[in-house]
């Protein structure tokens, strides 16, 4: 980056603000680089000693957003503003140009609209299986958050056809990566609009007890998962759980960065008469992998205390049992990996770097289970 033409007037900016002394006036000027203040505080900026740690903080989160594009990341980091719109003109897209647009780029295909698509929206990216000479490419979305604001977009437009779709993109076998996608949604509606009033019944995940562990798929197991519909609670980020915490509640980040990095959504049990509860963290597999960080688990360990404070101030219901001594509040955790009814054939899944680290106090750490959900391509959503 250092190479780029405003990289010097960017770092002297960095440098006359940090770091900040009790007498300082000069603050960053967001005018010479548009959205850079914004950008700033998605990249989660923590144990920062130099500028040129706030810059790698910058580059990093560029990346989060806007994907591995050379031009799209150093254009974010200067101009971040000029690129989001950029970006948000081409999510106006309907389902039809989307598809059209992968087609085009599987089959190589030159056409303005596959050109258009893929400088904003999707990308292709090499498999690389032995022998090397023979690489294989899959085309998928640039990033999480150009995934989400897609599908935000689409769903507005023609929700019902998300299935059919997401049915279309898997019969190319270079879009699956793409597909998976399509399934979140989906996932959401069925565990948070769900009112039978009945059970899942959940597939224990087994660990092979690694420092940063692997875990893969068990057997049934007698933990279940209840079947009721549940008010959709959206959070911009975790200072956002300030507010109280509640059953029957589907919370699920709004993403407008980087957000929360570990899970899609999560439930709570509460059981105010033990002073204990339940966290249910949700991630709707879309790879083996979901690329959190130490970040990500300082994010359950914040939902964890919060739900205590909640569990320890709260008056226990008139008609509970009287207890000689008030329990400690007390929290377990319960990682859910949500797939489709035909995804778990050997399904394993990676937590994220420092999974077993800082957990002395409020551990993040949890049993994982799978969930699965039936999807039918033909079937609408309301």
């Not at 700033?40 to 594009?69: H, M, N, T, W």
């Not at 101009?79 to 309907?94: K, L, Y």
């Not at 207890?323 to 054939?345: F, I, N």
Request: contains cysteine.
């Amino acid at each position: 980056m250092k190479y780029q033409e405003k990289y010097p007037s960017l770092l002297e900016a960095l440098r006359r603000v940090y770091p900040p002394s009790q007498d300082q006036t000069d603050t960053l000027d967001d005018g010479e680089f548009p959205g850079i203040l914004a950008l700033l505080k998605d990249s989660a900026v923590c144990d920062v000693s130099s500028p040129e740690d706030i810059l790698d903080y910058l580059l990093q989160a560029a990346i989060d957003r806007f994907g591995y594009s050379a031009r799209d990341v150093f254009r974010a980091v200067f101009n971040c503003d000029s690129i989001i719109g950029e970006h948000q003109s081409a999510f106006e897209i309907e389902y039809e140009g989307l598809l059209t647009a992968v087609s085009a780029l599987i089959s190589h295909t030159i056409s303005d609209n596959a050109i258009t698509v893929s400088n904003r929206i999707v990308t292709l990216s090499p498999e690389y299986q032995r022998p090397f000479s023979n690489v294989k490419w899959s085309v998928n979305f640039k990033s999480k958050w150009v995934a989400r604001s897609v599908l935000q977009q689409l769903e507005q437009g023609a929700a019902h056809e998300v299935c059919r779709y997401m049915g279309l993109l898997r019969r190319l076998p270079q879009a699956k990566p793409m597909a998976r996608w399509f399934f979140e949604p989906i996932a959401h509606r069925t565990i948070a609009e769900n009112s039978e009033g009945g059970f899942w019944t959940l597939i224990k995940m087994s660990s092979n007890d690694h420092d940063l562990p692997t875990f893969k798929t068990s057997i049934t197991s007698g933990v279940e998962f209840s079947e009721v519909k549940r008010k959709v609670v959206e959070l911009r980020s975790v200072a956002d759980l300030s507010t109280t915490l509640e059953n029957d509640r589907y919370y699920i980040p709004k993403d407008s960065g980087r957000g929360f990095t570990l899970f899609d959504s999560f439930i709570v049990d509460l059981d105010y008469s033990h002073k204990s509860a339940v966290l249910w963290v949700l991630q709707v597999m879309k790879s083996q992998s979901h690329g959190g960080s130490v970040q990500s688990c300082r994010e359950i360990r914040t939902i964890v205390r919060t739900l205590k404070e909640e569990l320890w101030n709260h008056s226990p219901p008139q008609n509970a049992p009287k207890l000689t001594a008030t329990p400690r509040p007390r929290v377990e955790v319960r990682y859910l990996l949500v797939v489709s009814k035909d995804g778990t054939r050997d399904l394993q899944w990676h937590p994220p770097d420092g999974w077993n680290k800082g957990c002395s106090k409020d551990d993040h750490r949890g049993d994982v289970y799978c969930l699965e959900i039936p999807i039918s391509v033909r079937s609408t959503i309301i």
